[in-house]
């Protein structure tokens, strides 16, 4: 499926790059830093990083912001709220919510990557309440009940 999402650059950010795909099967555009100074994330502080920009998708889709593996394995620098969900509906500035597991501080330059959002479809559906719901062998097991291994 091929779908139009339409981008907004917010002012002020003109130099700040559009979110890129990076190669050509790529599942996530990589998201930029639209922060003014170098952002530092001491061991375990948690920072909400700006990207510049706004999007419009349609209607049965969302985005989601996605830790990059290279940030979280080399500086243990992920997404708190992964995966970060951008409502269809949201105009406002797409943000990323980073926080710093590792044991170092970690510094943020405006246009460094920092995530990536991949776009998903959400399907339509309605709640229906109802007084029992149908058996399955599973029953209401859960939570490791089948085992370790
Ligand atoms: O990583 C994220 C997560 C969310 N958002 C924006 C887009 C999303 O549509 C909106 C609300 O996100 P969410 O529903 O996760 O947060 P909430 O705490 O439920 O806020 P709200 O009451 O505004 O829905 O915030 C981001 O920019 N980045
Ligand atoms: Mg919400």
């Known amino acids: ?10 002012s002020g950010h ?11 099967l790529a599942s996530g555009f990589d998201l930029y830093a639209a ?7 001491a061991p375990g502080e948690r ?21 990059r593996s290279g940030l979280a394995f080399k500086h243990g620098i992920t997404c708190l709220n992964t995966p970060g969900t951008i409502d269809a509906d ?9 926080i710093n597991l590792g044991q170092e501080s970690f510094d943020i330059a405006r246009n ?6 991949v776009f998903q479809s959400v399907p339509e559906v309605q ?5 029992q719901l149908s058996d399955t062998v599973r029953g209401i097991g859960g939570f490791g009940h089948t085992g370790k291994n």
């Open 127 to 131: 709640l229906e309440e109802v007084d």
């Open 35 to 41: 922060v003014d100074a170098p952002v530092t994330l």
């Open 90 to 98: 949201y105009r406002g500035e797409i943000k990323v919510l980073l």
């Open 14 to 24: 003109e130099d700040i790059e559009l979110p890129k795909k990076m190669s050509a």
């Open 47 to 67: 920072k909400l990083i700006p990207t510049g920009f706004a999007i419009a998708m349609p209607a049965g889709l969302e985005a989601q912001i996605r830790p």
């Open 1 to 10: 499926m091929s779908y139009l999402v339409q981008i907004n650059r917010l």
């Open 112 to 117: 460094e990557r920092i995530a990536q959002m």
